[in-house]
């Protein structure tokens, strides 16, 4: 339903109302500043603004759906034109298809995902705070010489208990 705007004295559809809400906030009008001049409350602002974001960010999701997609429809015509070698043992053929279905798995994010975790190498045990900190604290007191620190901290010397 069309608004009167305060400032211009002319009427405004929704779609308007929040161009020129976007327009104002653009500027660095403050949510209250452009409430004022739209004669709408300051939640309305906020309203016609995260509207206004949510529109974008799906139109986003839809662009980056439709790139997905091409991309894909891309791989899989090269696919389909050297699958028939690459069965056949072309080497060359089954390098370009292997690489083409890698491309296809991290487009659509399905490749295993990396270990981040301070684990053992299996990733089944996690390592204990001690075993990783208990050298930490070991701090060598000064020498007179480096005769002496060889002696006391060197390849050959006792490890403290």
């Given amino acids: 339903m069309p608004r009167r705007c305060n400032t211009t004295g002319t009427t405004l559809t929704a779609a308007q109302r929040r161009q020129a809400v976007l327009d104002l906030r653009i500027k660095g009008e403050t949510f209250s500043e452009i409430g004022r001049k739209l004669g709408i409350t300051k939640q309305s602002v906020y309203s016609h603004i995260r509207k206004a974001l949510d529109d974008l960010a799906q139109a986003s999701k839809d662009r980056t759906a439709e790139l997905r997609e091409l991309a894909n429809e891309r791989l899989e015509a090269l696919l389909a034109a050297h699958w028939e070698k690459a069965a ?63 002696t006391q901290y060197g390849p050959k010397a006792q490890c403290p208990a």
Avoid at 110 to 116: G, S
Avoid at 119 to 143: H, I, K, M, N
């Fill in 88 to 150: 056949a043992g072309d080497v060359g053929a089954a390098r370009l298809t292997l690489s083409i279905v890698s491309q296809q798995v991290r487009l659509y994010g399905a490749e295993a995902p990396a270990k981040i975790a301070p684990t053992s190498p299996d990733g089944e045990t996690p390592y204990q705070a001690e075993e990783t900190t208990r050298w930490v604290y070991f701090l060598p007191q000064p020498c007179e010489t480096e005769e002496e620190w060889v």
